[in-house]
Structures are given as structure tokens and as C-alpha cells.
Nanobody, 126 residues
Framework: QVQLVESGGGSVESGGSLRLSCEISGFTLDYYTVGWFRQAPGKEREAVAIINTSGCCTYYADSVEGRFTISRDEAKNTIHLQMDSLEPEDTAVYYC???????????????????WGRGIQITVSS
């Protein structure tokens, strides 16, 4: 059974840090493009960070560039999102996503990713 399970969410004050993890089961991470999307209340779901199969290449939304870091751990079949200098605007539900990798591209549209986690809430207070 293919499954993505997020953990590490919660509440933090502005300027704080959190680290999200996504444990993957049912397939081997090696051949998949993976990443994180988020959806804030009243807003569309958006790509936050994407990483390719080799880990050499990443995409970050402009709003998180320099503050968030995505990484992948093939040994543990897990991906992480380190979030530093959090801002109230980062408040959202965060989703782990995956897609079989056919190239080294980093797609940012949600329709590209057939597998999603259930989502985890991040709340940043000012």
C-alpha cells in the first residue's frame, strides 16, 4: 500500500523553526520526485519545495527561498522539510507529495503528483 505520512507539525512563534518529516511506504524513494505543497485558508494549494531523484536539484517557492530546506533520506525512505525563520504567512496545511520520476525536472503543478499525504497543520503566531 502506497502511503505518505507527515509528522513534525505544530504551533510556533514567528521566527521559530520546525522540521517536517514524511515517511514513505509502499514504494522505494529512489525513483520518485518528491516534495511539499501547502494550502492556507482561502488560498490555492501551492508548491513549497520539490527535490529530484538524485537530490542535486531543488525548487523553492519565492516566499520560502533561503528559509526552508528540503532533503531526502533514501536509507530511511523519508523526506524532510526544515523550516526556519517562520512567519505568520507560513501558516497552512502542509502536504507531502510524490510522483514517479521520468526526468530531472521539478514540476510544481499539483496535477503532476498522484500520491499525497493527509496533510499536517503548521501555525505560526506573531
Amino acid at each position: 500500500q502506497v502511503q505518505l505520512v507527515e509528522s513534525g507539525g505544530g504551533s510556533v512563534e514567528s521566527g521559530g523553526s520546525l522540521r517536517l518529516s514524511c515517511e514513505i511506504s509502499g514504494f522505494t524513494l529512489d525513483y520518485y520526485t518528491v516534495g511539499w505543497f501547502r494550502q492556507a485558508p482561502g488560498k490555492e494549494r501551492e508548491a513549497v519545495a520539490i527535490i529530484n531523484t538524485s537530490g542535486c536539484c531543488t525548487y523553492y517557492a519565492d516566499s520560502v527561498e533561503g528559509r526552508f530546506t528540503i532533503s531526502r533520506d533514501e536509507a530511511k525512505n523519508t523526506i524532510h522539510l526544515q523550516m526556519d525563520s517562520l512567519e505568520p504567512e507560513d501558516t497552512a496545511v502542509y502536504y507531502c507529495v510524490s510522483s514517479p520520476a521520468y526526468s530531472d525536472t521539478l514540476p510544481t503543478f499539483r496535477e503532476h503528483y498522484p500520491t499525497w499525504g493527509r496533510g499536517i497543520q503548521i501555525t505560526v503566531s506573531s
